[in-house]
């Protein structure tokens, strides 16, 4: 049997901690039988949810941690004044070399700030950014960056198409995955001052296959990969997925219960329609990588159950495998290089 | 019989000009009396149109523009030098005084540039924002700005917030409608720059109902009447609305062929179905007006079809008769005073 991949997982982070993260855990180890969980958190609460469960002792172990972040706390005051909480112990892990890995349902802001204070960032790589993978007709995209740098620049953009194309092509296993920038209008002249001046930098980009603008009506129809925007706009169109998804699920249900013949009907299509929302469900792709850092981060769904944080722990085993911060390294430093 | 409104269309614009465009005129004036179309373009086309229908020859009259501004024209330069055509020629009647109102399908950036130099803006007011009306699951909100003034700034934002309000309480009959700024977070201290220096400007505006920041996710619930944003999120908001709930639609479609059980379900719901996402439609609230002009200028969606036509040039009786154009005057007015 191949090392195992050592993931430290925020047992006390996300709506439904420690109980659905502890049970990810369970399901991970009980799945694949490459992974380490360090389950990181408060010692009693964890040994209570562990004690429900049969699994393979090697292949879970507490990190106690017993102080924790919040996600009303001021993110940068946490993550300097809580040195024992769940989420600086198991970053703590990471940079130390004693995990692979982070995931954590918890605060947003701390993950972020973490990411860059405590496991710190690849050399050359000038902001990290979050990156969901959100659904489409046909499959997935990137969606990078979706809320960790606002007010990014130019050059952050860029970067952000290389890491994204990267993890398309080696996690999803997209070739030559397309990139393209959001903006309002097709044409190369349109949109802000921000996307006006990353255009031609994405366009003269040799190591990415650059498609050019996407507006936002194309973006569940999958027509590009990568999907690069500023952080502000990301937040937006990821929340707006969710929103606007849940929203139509409501109204469908409240329509057929007016009816009879809608009742009828209902009954019948049910799992179908389940089926088909629970496909552009954004939260059921695993977390979202924080790239660029020298470890791997990942922020799962606040509101995350047993199931994503299993996908999320899984997820980190691929990215080690494929050896993503290695390539990232490349791609940024032969930028550098280039400068 | 009241005086009649009169509409200055742009028998010329958008994918379906001129048939749909006409016959959206004459559905207009079977349904009020009180309304006087001028259909602005090319003569000879416009005849060929009109001679299928009967109507009351007082209501429509033909205003010849034989020039036509197309979708891919630089706006500027087309304003500029197209001084025959549709779009240059009805906004010059709105500005001469020979119309109330200038509805239009075609090129949004020839529309925005038109109602600014040749239309002109009310005294005070700095940029004039597009807002269009979205639906959400109990109504509709109005969106404000979403794609008028890219990079545009807090003080703009404020002016945007006000002139949606006048809007929303007058035309849509929502008493002291809840406006709220597109944020990433609920939190005062979250956003970006922009957000952040609009967002205690909007708190200390006393003549509107400001309830704080909205997260996209929360749109689709109409939490707010009035969503205020920079017009690249409003954009990315209105299109990305578009393009998912055609998605799901599509989606529900081919997972519901996909079976036996979904195909009879699918006969059943069909007309639900149908009525849900014809709900969800942007494009059926009639046009998207642009606000703070000294005329009212009113941008239909491209593929606007004779009713989504016929719902533009009625919105115009109620824009004028409720004297919106007065109500911001006053308000911007108030604030320079306050200054």
Do not use: W
């Amino acid at each position: 049997m191949s090392e195992r991949i050592r993931v430290a997982l925020d047992a006390m982070g996300g709506d439904n901690a420690p109980k659905e993260i502890v049970k990810g855990a369970i399901e991970a180890v009980q799945e694949k039988d490459n992974i380490k969980v360090f389950l990181v958190g408060k010692k009693v609460s964890i040994e209570n949810e562990l004690s429900k469960y049969q699994y393979n002792k090697e292949q879970i172990e507490i990190v106690s941690a017993e102080e924790v972040i919040t996600n009303d706390e001021a993110p940068v005051m946490a993550i300097r004044s809580k040195k024992n909480s769940s989420i600086v112990a198991g970053m703590n892990l990471v940079k130390s070399g004693g995990a692979d890995a982070f995931v954590s349902a918890g605060s947003t802001g701390a993950i972020l700030v973490g990411g860059q204070v405590i496991v710190g960032r690849i050399k050359g790589v000038e902001r990290p950014p979050l990156a969901p993978v959100i659904p489409t007709m046909d499959g997935v995209s990137l969606l990078i960056d979706c809320g960790a740098n606002v007010d990014a620049r130019a050059s952050h953009l860029v970067q952000f198409a290389k890491m994204g194309s990267a993890y398309m092509e080696k996690i999803v296993g997209i070739q030559n995955p397309r990139v393209a920038i959001v903006n309002i209008g097709a044409e190369e002249e349109k949109g802000n001052a921000l996307v006006k001046e990353t255009f031609p930098l994405l366009k003269n980009c040799k190591d990415i296959n650059f498609i050019g603008s996407i507006e936002a009506r194309e973006i569940p129809n999958g027509q590009a990969d990568v999907i690069v925007c500023e952080a502000f706009v990301g937040n937006v169109i990821l929340k707006l997925y969710e929103g606007l998804a849940n929203a139509l699920v409501g109204k469908i249900k409240e329509s057929l219960m007016e009816t009879a013949r809608g009742k009828i009907g209902g009954a019948f299509i049910k799992p179908v329609l389940k089926n088909t929302f629970q496909k552009f469900k954004a939260s059921d792709y695993g977390g979202a990588p924080l790239l660029g850092l020298k470890g791997l981060v990942v922020k799962a769904h606040g509101n995350s159950n047993s199931t994503e944080i299993k996908n999320s722990i899984i997820q980190c085993v691929t990215f080690s495998e494929q050896k993503i911060n290695e390539t990232i390294r490349d791609m940024i430093e032969n930028v550098e290089s280039q400068k």
